[in-house]
Each structure stands twice: as C-alpha cells, then as structure tokens.
C-alpha cells in the first residue's frame, strides 16, 4: 500500500513538473525573444534572423541527438514523396509562423500579442470548415463569435495600438492555423505518427531554407550594412536552446499527460504571459477593457476546447486503438509560444 501511494505521489509530482517546466520554458521563450528583438545592448532587431537562427539550431541539434548521439529515436515511415507534399508545407506554414509572430513584437506589446493569439480558434475552424474538416453549427458559431467578440473588446482596451504590429500577429495566426490544417490533411491522412522529436527532425531543415531565402533579401543587407549589434555566442546559444528544451518540454508533457491537461496548462501559460508582461515589460499598459476581454476570449477558448476534447473522445471510442505515439498537432513556437 505504502508503495503504491509513494508511486502515485511519484507519479503526480512527475506529471507537475512536466508542466511547470513547459509553462515556465514557454512563457520564458517569449520574454527572452522579446527582450533579445528589443534589447538597445544586443541591437538585434532582425526577427527573421533570429528566427532562422533557431531553426537552424533546432536542425543541427536534433542530427547530432538521433543520427550521431542516438539519444532519441526519430519515427520510421517518411518518404520522399510524404516529404515533398506534406513536410514541406507544413515546414513553410510554419516559417511563416514564426518569423510574422517575431516580427509582431517590434510593434505591440507582449501582453497584446498574446491576446490576439485568442483568435487562433477562430482562424482555424473557419480554415477547417472550408477544407471540408469541420461543420459549421449553432454552437460553434457562438463559440466563434464569443472568441471574437474577446478579441475585439481586448483590441479596443489597447492604449499603444500600432496596426503594422496586429498585421503581423495576424498573419502569424494565420500561419498557424494553416499549418494545423495542413497537419490534418497531409499527415494524419495518411496514418503517418510524429512525436515531437520527429516532427522538429523533420520540419527544422525546411522551415531554415524557407526562412533563408526571404532572410537574403529583406535582412541580409541591413545586418551587413549595421555593424553595432552585439549579439554574445553564450546569449545566441541559450536562447536557442531554450526554443528547443521548449519542444522537449512539450514532447514530455504530451506523453506523460492527456490532451486536456495540455490545453489547460496552455491557457495557464497565457494568463502568466500577459500579466508577467506587464511587469516585466515598460511598453505593456494592461487596461481593464484588455483583461475583460482577453477574459471573454479565453472563455470561448476553452468552450471550444472542450468541444474538440468531446469530439475526439467520442472518435476515440468508435475507432481502434492505436499503439503508436500521438502525432503532434500544436506545437508551441518560438513566437508562442
């Protein structure tokens, strides 16, 4: 008896820890990007570089751990033809991701971007419902309808608006969104499962090249022409490892958690950000508009989330059950994430 409380107290406190790491790594990643796009000591305001740098990173590292350490297992079952028609759009979807999110918190604040984020269901359904994934209902257009109405009321509470910064945010919404889609059409069709590890093995290198090559054209000349940033190897590498413990993170608390718990821990993670930024950062005004509707949007959220939770358990319980690991469908970015 002794020994099984010792195993489910183990077990619990194992399964915390998984989680504070992952709120603590993704909200960290965003104030460490924040701070290295904005910093006057580094003067480092390229976002595209940096996001190419992480991406790099990210390739580089997950070679040496499962082709030369063998540390962790990548999954079998990639084809040329898997790669070229499905790993390659969702590697540019998520490029695009990233490097628009990035870009946006040159303009508006940590706290405001975040919130715009609420709007990612929306985004999503309405991508789905054209794709043939999703079927508009009663339901989910009140749900819809309550996310954005959030958003809006958020929007209107925001004293520094710069439009430029929400254009980015909302093409980095739109990014993800598509990437989501495209994870459900090219990869889930095809029965092919990812776990994180696999996934960034993967899409890394593609997402690098995609970021690469409007990299040389939009930022290339300016780093070159703008001598005086300073971007330290020991402050390049940790935030950079940091992106990448993230997917780790993520990695841990999908295998040691339920899909539920990842989606709770996620708006945790949102709450911590926006008021964490407040404090940490001179540019966020948090006015009680922002909160309430930030509030109405999250409301939505997890209304929506609980209706996917609802719809997946229901197809769970009709199809067979699988061995395999769950593939991916919402891995934090850099940007996020």
């Not at 099984?4 to 107290?9: K, N």
């Not at 710069?162 to 989501?180: D, F, H, K, N, T």
């Amino acid at each position: 008896m002794a020994d099984r409380l010792r195993s489910f107290f183990k077990g619990e406190v194992l399964t915390y820890a998984y989680l504070l790491l992952y709120i603590a790594l993704s909200s960290g990643q965003i104030f460490f990007n924040k701070w290295v796009l904005s910093s006057k000591e580094i003067n480092f305001p390229y976002p595209l570089g940096l996001t190419l740098l992480h991406m790099v990173f990210s390739s580089v590292l997950c070679f040496l751990l499962t082709k030369v350490f063998k540390i962790l297992k990548v999954e079998e079952g990639m084809t040329v033809e898997i790669y070229v028609t499905s790993v390659i759009p969702i590697g540019a979807m998520f490029a695009m991701t990233l490097w628009l999110g990035n870009t946006a918190y040159m303009y508006i604040s940590v706290a405001f971007a975040q919130m715009l984020k609420a709007i990612m269901p929306v985004a999503v359904f309405i991508l789905g419902v054209a794709a043939g994934l999703e079927v508009m209902s009663g339901r989910m257009l009140l749900i819809m309808s309550v996310i954005s109405f959030g958003v809006l009321v958020a929007s209107y509470g925001e004293i520094n608006i710069s439009w430029i910064g929400v254009v980015y945010q909302m093409g980095g919404v739109v990014g993800e969104a598509l990437r989501l889609i495209f994870m459900e059409i090219f990869v889930k069709r095809k029965g092919l499962k990812l776990n994180p590890i696999s996934l960034m093995y993967y899409v890394s290198p593609c997402s690098a090249v995609c970021l690469f090559i409007p990299w040389i054209f939009l930022e290339k000349s300016k780093m070159e022409e703008n001598s005086s940033w300073n971007f330290p190897l020991l402050v390049l590498t940790l935030n950079s490892l940091c992106t990448f413990a993230l997917n780790l993170s993520v990695f841990l608390v999908i295998t040691h958690t339920s899909a539920l718990t990842i989606r709770v821990a996620g708006v945790v993670k949102d709450w911590v950000v926006v008021l964490l930024s407040a404090i940490i950062f001179a540019d966020t005004k948090l006015t009680p508009i922002n909160l309430v509707g930030y509030a109405i949007a999250i409301a939505g959220v997890a209304a929506y989330n609980n209706h996917k939770l609802r719809k997946e358990v229901s197809k769970s319980n009709t199809d067979e059950p699988e061995s395999s690991q769950p593939i991916l469908t919402a891995a934090p970015s850099n940007s996020d994430k």
